[in-house]
């Protein structure tokens, strides 16, 4: 085999893999590979703590806490609000809400039912959805949520971003209202959700985070795989676009 034959073997190769670790990096844990102890239903307390302001990019917003507030679960679906196609977040300027994390826990994942379900997050709603009646039926709508994360800490906010689908966590802090703030005047208010039985993508807690603990991380093979298939595609088309020119020689 020339090179140009080798080099032909390894751009179908890497684009094979490519496509295998794609369909594979985000696929729902197994609930035997999870912490069984860490998937009870959110622990939600009535707080008296203040209002606070934040700056986050040259915007201001007023932060009024509401619960305190302790989540754990298995990261389902998520969106990053600064992505170049969500245009609302930068429209109104919302910087704080860095982005949106859709979570299960509970009898889903033990059961193993959250896996035979799909989800999609747009710019401020989690969707699920499946082509079965049974397992649709076997899912409680009550032990899913999606949260608004929000986060003045540029830190914590990059932290964060590093989070993938399938990674199980636990997030501390507070469910908060928040308020955009322009020439020391309010333009406008996001609210909580404070209960989990008001199942439905708009239905979203706003969620203030202090602490994130990573409990488990899923499909780091299959996520190193796809980094690197996407290597080795790229080296190979180079690659083949200059090989012709130096044989000829």
Known sequence: MGLQGATKFLMAASLAGAALAWWFKDEPPDPVRLQAEALEEPKQLR????????????????IQPRYSYDLQGVIVSLHHSDAWWDYAHKEWGDHVNVMDLCVVWGENVR??????????????????????????????????SN???????????????????????????????YTTMKNGAPAGKRVSSEVRDDSGPGACEVLYVDSLDLLTSAN???????????????ASVVAWFFLPMREGR
Do not use: M
């Open 220 to 234: 780091r093979r299959w996520r190193a795989a796809w980094w690197t298939a996407l290597g080795l595609l790229a």
């Open 47 to 62: 707080t008296r703590k203040p209002a606070f302001d934040a700056r986050v990019n040259g915007v201001d917003y007023r």
């Open 147 to 177: 949260n608004h994360i929000v986060t003045d800490d540029p830190a914590l906010a990059r932290t964060l971003k590093k989070l993938r689908i399938g990674d199980q966590v636990r997030l501390r802090g507070y469910l908060v209202d």
């Open 111 to 144: 059961s193993g039912a959250y896996r035979r379900l799909s989800y999609h997050n747009t710019q401020w709603e989690c969707h699920w959805s499946t082509g079965s009646s049974e397992a649709w039926q076997a899912f409680n709508g009550s032990e899913v």
